[in-house]
């Protein structure tokens, strides 16, 4: 998480390239751990880095440290969260159209025609 942070803070001059991959990183993190990773996990991971931080670097983590830590991690944390829905709600839409196409496959006969009962008058025009 420092790692990422760290590269996060020196890439703020290339927002173009950063965003996408923070957007991106997010979207990977809906794979970890069986799609069980969420939004409170964030939180909880922002409390554990200014844990860590703040006994790490002591009397050097001033108030104006823990403000610009907390900030890169917000906005981090934001474009993670933006991916992460971003591929939660394209893995939805997959799920339903395979929903779709599976039902749609089941209204056919052996032969691809539709399975509704019809005269043998309507199929021998």
Same mark, same amino acid.
């Given at each position: 998480? /420092?790692?990422?942070?760290?590269?996060?803070?020196?890439?703020?001059? *290339?927002?173009?390239?950063?965003?996408?991959?923070? !957007?991106?990183?997010?979207? &990977?993190?809906?794979?970890?751990? =069986?799609? +069980? /990773?969420? +939004?409170?996990? $964030?939180?909880?991971? *922002?409390?554990?880095? @200014? %844990?860590?931080? *703040?006994?790490?670097? &002591?009397?050097?983590?001033?108030?104006?440290? +823990?403000?610009?830590?907390?900030?890169?991690? &917000?906005?981090? =944390?934001?474009?993670?969260?933006?991916? @992460? !829905?971003?591929?939660?709600?394209? +893995?939805?839409?997959? %799920?339903? %159209?395979?929903?779709?196409?599976?039902?749609?496959?089941?209204? !056919?006969? $052996?032969?691809?025609?539709?399975? *509704?009962?019809?005269?043998?008058?309507?199929?021998?025009?």
């Amino acid at each position: 998480v /420092i790692t990422a942070v760290g590269s996060s803070v020196a890439g703020l001059q *290339r927002t173009d390239a950063l965003v996408p991959k923070l !957007r991106q990183l997010g979207m &990977r993190h809906m794979g970890y751990a =069986s799609g +069980e /990773i969420t +939004e409170a996990h $964030f939180g909880i991971v *922002r409390q554990a880095l @200014m %844990k860590t931080l *703040r006994t790490c670097l &002591r009397e050097a983590f001033t108030p104006d440290v +823990e403000f610009a830590w907390a900030t890169a991690y &917000r906005f981090i =944390s934001a474009l993670m969260l933006e991916g @992460m !829905r971003e591929a939660s709600s394209l +893995e939805a839409q997959v %799920k339903k %159209k395979a929903s779709m196409l599976s039902s749609a496959a089941s209204t !056919r006969s $052996f032969d691809g025609s539709p399975c *509704r009962s019809q005269s043998s008058s309507t199929l021998n025009p």
